[in-house]
């Protein structure tokens, strides 16, 4: 074997052994919306730069999150749970449906508008009940499941590789839907 090939094999071996299943992925995610919401918490109310900021970030995440657990996660989920547990996928995508209408709303509302940092912390209260369902409920519901989550971990990866590309390439805006569709 040579070298480049040795090189070549360690490297695939090394990216296999660092690959994050779906639920890491997905828990790193959260760990991020919680530091934004956070941050936006601790923001001085005269910081209108930073609560921006914050905010547009926020949502970011949050759609390309929902994006990917709608496309992959969800559909995955629903093929592998039992019936009593697909009611926990069923009130993520509504959970996701009213996030995305709040998301929706900072396009016309700017910081230091009425409403604004209501908007945001119920937004950041309704999403932080969601994340702690999903890992208390339907994550761990997951790992007893037959779902290969190292494989949905990487479709989920190139997915958010390729949505994150296009939102830098759109200058940073928001990337998504609003619509409340539940794939099978």
């Known amino acids: 074997m040579s070298k480049d090939a040795i090189k070549a094999s360690a490297a695939d071996v090394a990216v296999e052994n660092t690959a994050l299943d779906a639920i890491q992925l997905l828990e790193a995610d959260h760990r991020v919306a919680r530091q934004l919401f956070d941050a936006f918490e601790k923001a001085a109310d005269s910081d209108l730069e930073a609560k921006g900021t914050l905010a547009r970030r ?15 996660l969800y559909p995955a989920a629903h093929k592998a749970l039992d019936k009593d547990d697909e009611i926990d996928v069923d009130e993520a995508y509504v959970e ?34 969601h994340i702690d369902e999903e890992e208390s409920t339907l994550f761990p519901e997951l790992r007893e499941s037959s779902v290969n989550l190292v494989r949905l971990g990487e479709e989920m990866v190139a997915e958010k590789d390729r949505l994150m590309k296009k939102l830098d390439a759109a200058g940073s805006k928001l990337v998504g839907d609003n619509s409340l569709t539940f794939q099978r």
């Open 96 to 129: 996701h449906f009213l996030a995305k209408t709040l998301i929706e709303k900072f396009d016309s509302l700017k910081p230091g508008d009425h409403g604004f940092d209501a908007t945001f912390k119920v937004l950041s209260e309704m999403v932080r009940h």
């Open 58 to 72: 926020a949502c970011e995440v949050l759609t390309v999150h929902a994006m990917i657990e709608e496309k992959i």
